[in-house]
Structures are given as structure tokens and as C-alpha cells.
């Protein structure tokens, strides 16, 4: 990334600013009929609240005048309000919002659908330490043999396989010994068999998630601009070690290895 073509802004300040367009914008979108996010309540049904928070998140995204926009596929639905709004007005095709839609992890919890902020047992959060990262996976929702609706699996998957690059289980001996997996099947094929038990697993995704959260803890502790933050960041990625990081923290500029 070329820090110096990126400006990092606080989204709280960016409304203050400009509430008044953003208000008038959501007038624009008010009209259009849409099916609110759970696909239960039709538009007829929808409270005020209901009604004002669509038009909001796609003035938004008019608002940020993004080529392309990330979000989570839990906002799919307001993604294609917007896209058809620029039908509905006859929007230039190159001004028309390309949207990029995530995978969204689920609560750890059972029955849970989506991670939520307003709960702190239901995901990983960026500030936990050790102990807080190992309570949540041991409580969290595990079955064994049980794949679909697994959210231990799905953070192997979609964290600590695109980290590391394999994912490794220590174990005793009796119980299988210490096993590395180099991609998801192999591990999928050992849990769905039973070959792998949520009780050796846990540890190991605890582990895990541990090294990727205490990196950004000591990061984080330093309370440096986002963009040195990135860059240690990159310097993991490239296998660097966190020493490495550590230091080009401490000397305030990008390490010279970060170069290679």
C-alpha cells in the first residue's frame, strides 16, 4: 500500500460535517420500495426507524464517493437498493456504486447468526487479551463431527488459515499426536469423522488467534497513526518477525527489510 495516496477519517467527524447533505440525500431514497434486512417485514409494516436507516447507509454510500465499497454480505440488501436507485435516475453508468461484499464470521455462541459489538462473549475482539481470547473458544459453540454452523471452524477457515497457512493441533500421543493441516478439507474430513475432537481443536485455534491478537495489542500499545499500524501489519504478512515490527515502531519510520 502507498501510505502517502491514503487518508485515513474518523466516519463520526465526516457526518458531523455534513449531516445537512447527508439528511437531504436520504430524501432521494425514501420512495423506493425494499424489504427490510431480516426479509420478514414488508415495507408497509416497517416502523420509522425502519424506514429512515436504509436510506441512510445509501446515502452513504453516494456520500463517500467510492469507486467501490466493502462491506459485510449482511448489507447486501441496501446494496442493491442503491445500485437500483442509479437505474431509478438514470445515473451515469461509471458514477454507479461497484460493491464488494464480504463473508461475515458467526457468533460464537449457538444460535447466533452474526458477531455483534453490543456483545462482547459473541466474537474475537481486537483488544483481547490472552485470557479473554481463551475463555471465548472454550465456551464457544464447538459440536463434534458437526460442520455446518460451526463458528470455531469458520475462524480456521476464514483467519487462521489465510494467516499461517496451516493450522496445527498438539495433542497427546493416545489421542492422535500433534497433526499440522495444510488446508481446510483435510481438516474437515478428520472433525466430520471424528478423527479430530473439539477438545484438542479449541486449544489450537485459541493459540492461534492469540499470536494474531497479542501482535496487535503491542502494536496498538503504542498508540501510533493508522498507518505505521498498517504497515507492521504488512510486515507480518510477509512472515517478518514481531521483533522486526517492534523495532520500525520504536524508530517511528518503515524498517529498511520492508523493502524486500
Not at 14 to 24: D, M, P, Q, S, Y
Amino acid at each position: 500500500m502507498k501510505f502517502d495516496r491514503v487518508e485515513f477519517l474518523w466516519s463520526s467527524e465526516e457526518i458531523n460535517r455534513w449531516a445537512h447533505k447527508v439528511l437531504v440525500s436520504c430524501n432521494g431514497y425514501s420512495s423506493k420500495e425494499y424489504t427490510s434486512a431480516d426479509n420478514k417485514v414488508q415495507s408497509d409494516e416497517l416502523t420509522a426507524t425502519q424506514n429512515l436507516y436504509p436510506c441512510m447507509q445509501c446515502a452513504d454510500i453516494f456520500f463517500l464517493k467510492a469507486d467501490i465499497c466493502q462491506l459485510g454480505m449482511d448489507q447486501r440488501k441496501v446494496n442493491v437498493l442503491a445500485r437500483e436507485y442509479c437505474d431509478d435516475i438514470k445515473r451515469k453508468k461509471e458514477n454507479k456504486p461497484n460493491i464488494l461484499l464480504h463473508h461475515m464470521l458467526p457468533r460464537l455462541q449457538e444460535g447466533q447468526e452474526k458477531m455483534s459489538q453490543s456483545d462482547p462473549s459473541s466474537s474475537m475482539l481486537m483488544e483481547d487479551e490472552e485470557a479473554d481470547a481463551n475463555v471465548k473458544i472454550k465456551k464457544a459453540y464447538c459440536p463434534p463431527k458437526i460442520v455446518e454452523g460451526n463458528p470455531c471452524l469458520e475462524y480456521i477457515k476464514y483467519i487462521v488459515f489465510p494467516w499461517f497457512g496451516y493450522f496445527e493441533v498438539v495433542r497427546q500421543v493416545k489421542n492422535g499426536g500433534t497433526k499440522m493441516y495444510n488446508n481446510m478439507e483435510e481438516l474437515i474430513l478428520d472433525y466430520e469423522s471424528g478423527a479430530l475432537h473439539p477438545a484438542d481443536l479449541k486449544p489450537a485455534l485459541s493459540k492461534a488467534l492469540n499470536v494474531i491478537l497479542q501482535v496487535g495489542l503491542s502494536m496498538y500499545s503504542y498508540d501510533l497513526e493508522p498507518e505505521l499500524v498498517l504497515y507492521c501489519f504488512h510486515l507480518l504478512s510477509l512472515n517478518f518477525p514481531e521483533n522486526t515490527c517492534k523495532h520500525a515502531v520504536r524508530r517511528g519510520r518503515k524498517s529498511s527489510c520492508g523493502n524486500r
